[in-house]
């Protein structure tokens, strides 16, 4: 059985990650730790933890529980500071999206690992949509030629319309004020919490390219300190592309598509896909099929159907983990997310930020 803990509940998707691991029949959760014991009432009881398995003090449970895997959820700008807590007791790490708040933290997070030998894997969400692992595997096999354009429009209602499982909530002002996604200094924002999805899984798409040039705007709503909506325009050496994300569509897209749909268009030189978010499948379009046409996404199957899964099987294998997970695939995201946030504060456009 792999021991896994789940440390710092900043992000709700911790609740959807320990559901991952106790749905898995090789691992069991052993302890979870935040510093505020009620963000952690819902997973004591969705898990039926003891007593004994909750704990405010991090190096508490991880002295005491002993795990192989440690999920790290905390706010952007902290993703730095609590991998550099737990590096030290000789764990892999998941954490969850995004990589970091910069490109320098990121960094500081790779060497942390770096010094133990043990795996530092990213998750990214979308990774796990079945129509964006068909989108991949069509790129792969040559079914559009080669990628010259990805286009991103990602996003929902908020980060506070919704909980751990998609349990919806209609946030309070008073809400809004006291969460993290709305500070600045937090890592909060849409640009933060969404870019690197695209340029992440766009580098995956592209084959690990990277931009000369990058280009951005956002918008911060009236007593907000950080935006809701941003466009990220990236100058490759096959033309542009372009990534956008959104607080404040009119519907998450996983119970009705927004429009703009959510997802990714993928430009190549022999064709074009279409892959929305959570559909049952993409379009192609090639020469042979100017019209388009449908390609079914099947459900993606273990051990490629969700994080854990895929972590855990790396680790049963003795295998680096890839794709966007890997920290060179979710560092050049960070590059481009980095240099995107400095164009947006600076107003101009930016070489690729190194």
């Known amino acids: 059985m792999w021991k896994i803990a789940g440390i710092n ?3 709700f998707h911790m609740g959807d990650l320990l559901r991952m691991v106790s749905d898995h029949p090789d691992a069991e959760i052993v302890g979870i730790s935040d510093e505020q014991p009620e963000r952690m009432d819902d997973a ?13 003090d991090y190096a508490e449970c991880l002295e005491k529980t002993r795990p192989d895997l440690v999920i790290l959820c905390p706010a952007a700008a902290n993703h730095a500071e609590w991998t550099e807590k737990v590096a030290p007791f000789n764990v892999h790490v998941l954490m969850e999206k995004p990589f970091a708040a910069s490109l320098t933290e990121a960094d500081q ?36 030629g080669e990628v010259t354009e990805v286009h991103f429009y990602d996003g929902n209602r908020g980060p506070l319309w919704h909980g751990a499982d998609k349990i919806e909530n209609e946030p309070t ?24 999805y695209g340029t992440t899984l766009g580098t995956w798409f592209n084959g690990g390219k990277k931009p000369s040039e990058v280009t951005a705007m956002w918008n911060k709503p009236d007593g907000l300190e950080v935006d809701e909506h941003s ?18 569509t009119f519907s998450d897209p996983w119970t009705h598509q927004p429009q703009p749909r959510c997802g990714f268009v993928v430009c190549g030189t022999e ?13 192609l379009q090639t020469k042979e099929h100017p019209e388009g046409i449908e390609v079914e996404a099947p459900s993606l199957v273990a051990p490629n159907s969700n994080p854990i899964e895929y972590v855990l099987d790396c680790l049963e294998k003795g295998k680096a983990v890839e794709g966007p997970l890997c920290v060179e695939t979710s560092r050049i995201g960070q590059q481009i997310s980095d240099t995107a946030y400095e164009s947006a504060k600076q107003g101009k456009t930016l070489k690729l930020i190194e």
């Open 9 to 11: 509940f900043d992000h």
């Open 44 to 56: 004591r009881r969705n898990f039926s933890l003891c007593d004994d398995q909750v704990f405010t």
């Open 109 to 144: 997070m790779i060497a942390a690992m770096g010094k133990t030998g043990k795996q530092l894997a990213i998750n990214w969400p979308l990774v796990w949509v079945a129509s964006h692992a068909k989108t991949h595997e069509l790129i792969r096999k040559g079914k559009i």
């Open 173 to 196: 002002a008073a809400e809004k004020d006291a969460s993290w996604f709305y500070k600045e200094e937090a890592g909060g924002g849409s640009m933060l919490d969404y870019l690197g």
């Open 231 to 248: 466009i990220t325009i990236a100058r490759y050496d096959t033309g542009l592309s372009k990534f956008e994300t959104r607080w404040g």
């Open 271 to 283: 064709g074009t896909i279409c892959s929305p978010d959570y559909a049952p499948g993409v379009t």
